[in-house]
């Protein structure tokens, strides 16, 4: 019981200082954001007057709009096509026992140690060649392979812990395949998907390599990879930096405050079938 006490001691501790170390950062930001647009911040410290219209002029003249729904309009498809794709494959890897799925699942391990930054030269020529070069297709047609390695990984080890006597029992009622995927091995997988959801849109809404090489127009690119237009539009102004910034990175820590329960869920659901 000691020791059960100190571990737990121990690990409250350690929470402690990484929340800590992570919101340093996120706080400095809002200070500096809140300082006059004409100072350069020196460090950590609440203004004696926030200068709150930082976050309107880096929302208007930053075409933070059309930024959005530009990342919205990558994600509606990234997210949606990778998940169909991600699921299907990993059913078939993780239930189906699929003849030269052993293959296969090594072959995708192998994709995961493959850089972005090693692709990006022939992903650009590719774009080239299909003529999607400087269009966001060039983006999104690239990301949804660049994510099936992980994807694929994640919904296989899903199905590979759900067990087989409920395939066997469907089976046995005279369910099809396709019916028994649909009614019973989906509706188990909820919470995998809802996780990897979460994953894909971070990564997709973050994403800063590709639209910068692959997309000219700053405007056309995800939010994250438009912070090259924020840095030409307020180089010389830390304040309206930091702005734009906090304006960029407030989506994704909603998504992740909102559906944390399930992204949780989903990984404890991971820890007890392992």
Same mark, same amino acid.
């Given at each position: ?7 737990? =001691? ?5 929470? =402690? ?13 809002? *200070? ?16 004696? /007057? ?16 059309? #930024?959005? +729904? ?74 949804? +392979? ?10 296989? &080890?899903?199905?590979? !812990?759900?067990?087989?006597?409920? *395939?066997?029992?469907?089976?046995? /009622?005279? &369910? ?12 188990? &997988? ?5 996780? #990897?959801?979460? #994953? ?16 000219? /127009? ?13 840095? +030409?539009?307020?180089? *010389? *102004? ?31 659901? !991971?820890?007890?079938?392992?």
């Amino acid at each position: 019981m000691i020791v059960r006490r100190s571990e737990a =001691v121990i690990g409250r501790i350690v929470l =402690v200082v990484v929340l800590v170390l992570t919101l340093i950062p996120l706080l400095n930001m809002v *200070s500096a954001a809140l300082q006059p647009a004409d100072t350069n911040p020196t460090g950590l410290a609440w203004p004696t /007057d926030p200068q709150w219209g930082n976050f309107v002029t880096a929302f208007e003249t930053g075409n933070v709009w059309r #930024l959005m +729904g530009s990342s919205l309009f990558i994600v509606a498809f990234v997210v949606p096509v990778s998940l169909l794709f991600a699921t299907l494959a990993g059913y078939a890897l993780g239930n189906l026992r699929m003849r030269g799925g052993r293959f296969l699942f090594l072959f995708l391990i192998l994709g995961l140690t493959i850089p972005f930054e090693a692709l990006i030269i022939p992903l650009y020529y590719q774009s080239q060649a299909l003529g999607v070069l400087n269009t966001q297709w060039a983006v999104i047609l690239p990301l949804i +392979g660049l994510y099936m390695p992980f994807s694929v990984v994640w919904m296989r &080890a899903h199905f590979v !812990g759900v067990p087989q006597e409920l *395939s066997e029992a469907a089976r046995v /009622d005279g &369910a099809t395949t396709l019916q028994e995927f649909w009614r019973i091995q989906l509706p188990l &997988a909820r919470p995998a998907l809802s996780a #990897l959801a979460i #994953l894909l849109f971070l990564w997709t809404w973050n994403q800063f390599l590709l639209p910068v090489v692959l997309i000219s /127009d700053p405007l056309n690119r995800t939010v994250a990879g438009a912070l090259t237009f924020f840095q +030409g539009q307020y180089y *010389s *102004s830390i304040p309206l930096l930091n702005a734009g910034a906090l304006i960029i990175i407030v989506p994704t820590i909603l998504v992740f405050v909102i559906f944390q329960r399930q992204f949780i869920q989903a990984l404890l659901q !991971g820890a007890v079938k392992g």
